[in-house]
């Protein structure tokens, strides 16, 4: 592998090792080379009593205005897991799709393909689900 330079190969080493990938610690084989790192994670990942996840999402929008005049306008969400309950993820990904799946059983949303709530006819029923 070349890195761009020394800087950013002593990130990503430092990285690999942070994650334990470098450690002497004996592993257990699985299915796959994919399996096995995965579960590696899992043991180095875990997370401590305590801790919390955080997830942060930032989008930037470039508006070009009719008159000519540009602007930049960002959206910013952060959300923290509850040591004790939901992760940030199980709350922003997990609770809205497992809403949006029992949507789709009980007929509320019909609508055939994979779908993303984009148009406001399928985001306003999810928003309402999800807000009571």
Known sequence: TRFA????????????SDLGLFSDVKITPRGT??????AT???????????RDMVMLQHMFGILHEDGTRETR???LVEY???????????LVG???AVACLMVLDGRI????????????LAEPLL???KS
């Open 110 to 121: 019909n609508k055939k393909g994979i779908l993303a709530p984009v148009s406001w006819d």
């Open 128 to 130: 309402d689900e999800l």
């Open 81 to 91: 897991g509850d040591p004790n309950g939901y992760s940030a993820m199980a709350k």
């Open 5 to 16: 330079n020394t800087d950013e190969k002593e990130r990503i080493l430092n990285g690999l």
């Open 33 to 38: 080379p994919l399996d096995t790192l995965c």
């Open 95 to 97: 609770v809205p799709c």
């Open 41 to 51: 994670l899992e043991q180095e990942m875990r997370y401590e009593p305590g801790e």
């Open 74 to 76: 960002t959206s910013t």
